[in-house]
């Protein structure tokens, strides 16, 4: 496994993560599904083991994945060898009773949160800590930077960062000097991050967490026009057989340049996402060993330059995600 720094933090992390997402299971906001379908905590802890003993130091999650189930299996297992992980997570999600969900970025809700963090993955300090996909808007109120301020003055956390949803959210963030670290939806068919978002945050230092390296699973190569989704997958909120129809035949096109360059699609789509270095690590999902297992593969092989910016030049412009507001 090979490592780079976090920005200009003192953190060092592993080029491929693990991203907690999956193994938070199945959840719901009001009816609608924001997991990734049912999953086995054995499995799952499985996986995190199997993370470890590959060189991965860099783990991601949610206090709203699976409502803490993600952070709790995490803390299990890294907690038995703390100072050798770096461990993010992220707050703002606010569950009411009767299970709907709200954003919270109030000092009062951060506040609380962390410490629920800190409980369920069974350390004293978070080494970075997100604010996740706040708007614009929050992130202007002076009582967001007072929190994760004292959270750092506290020794809670080590750095804070914002996980965004489009690259201008994070332009003004690095233009405003706000955290330390960026976590990016980039990709081989959404590289709108690239193009002057990623220039900026590295002149200025930021570190970059490339997130959803494997569009949603498209990139894994193995979707059809017909497929479809289990109703607790929140894929099936924007995976349409519309949308698969008009993607895929890109997802083709990406498979066809990276041909032999790599083993499979999946380990070209993460090492596309890896050759530009202004990102710090990327952070594929995760639910069983095997998928662990692939996605530290990628650690293993190069794709050449003239591939990459091949897939720059024809796959660039199209911004999946973003053509279609999908916001995940």
């Given at each position: ?165 489009t690259p201008d959210e994070g332009l003004e963030i690095v233009r405003r000097g706000w955290g330390y670290a960026l976590q990016v939806l980039y990709n081989v068919l959404n590289q709108a991050p690239a193009q002057e978002l990623f220039p900026l945050a590295k002149e200025k230092g930021y570190g970059i967490i490339a997130r959803v390296p494997l569009a949603s699973g498209l990139l894994s190569g193995k979707f059809r026009p017909d497929s479809t989704f289990a109703k607790d997958d929140i894929r099936q909120n924007f995976l349409t057989p519309k949308r698969l129809e008009e993607v895929l035949p890109r997802v083709d096109e990406a498979k066809s340049l990276i041909g032999g360059t790599a ?66």
């Open positions: 496994m090979h490592y780079r720094k976090l920005g200009n933090t003192d953190i060092t992390v592993s080029e491929i993560g693990f991203g907690g997402w999956a193994i938070g299971g199945a959840s719901d906001a009001g009816g609608t599904p924001i997991g990734w379908g049912r999953t086995s905590d054995e499995e799952s802890l499985a996986a995190i083991r199997r993370a470890r003993e590959l060189g991965v130091t860099f783990f991601d999650t949610a206090d709203s994945y699976g409502f803490g189930r993600s952070e709790s299996l995490l803390g299990i297992v890294l907690s038995r060898r703390r100072k050798e992980v770096v461990i993010a997570t992220k707050a703002g999600v606010a569950r009411s009773s009767d299970g709907r969900v709200r954003k919270d970025f109030s000092r009062e809700h951060i506040s609380h949160a962390v410490d629920g963090s800190l409980k369920r993955l069974r350390t004293d300090y978070i080494d970075l800590y997100q604010l996740h996909n706040p708007t614009l808007d929050e992130l202007r109120r002076d009582d967001i930077h007072e929190a994760m301020d004292r959270l750092q003055e506290a020794g809670k956390i080590r750095y804070w960062g914002v996980s965004i949803t083993r499979s699609l999946a380990e070209g789509a993460l090492r596309f996402i890896l050759a530009n270095d202004a990102v710090s690590t990327t952070i594929p999902g995760a639910r069983n060993v095997r998928q662990v297992e692939m996605n530290a593969s990628a650690d293993e092989v190069r794709i050449p330059q003239e591939i990459v910016d091949k897939l720059r030049a024809r796959l660039g412009d199209y911004n999946f995600y973003q053509r279609h507001g999908i916001k995940i």
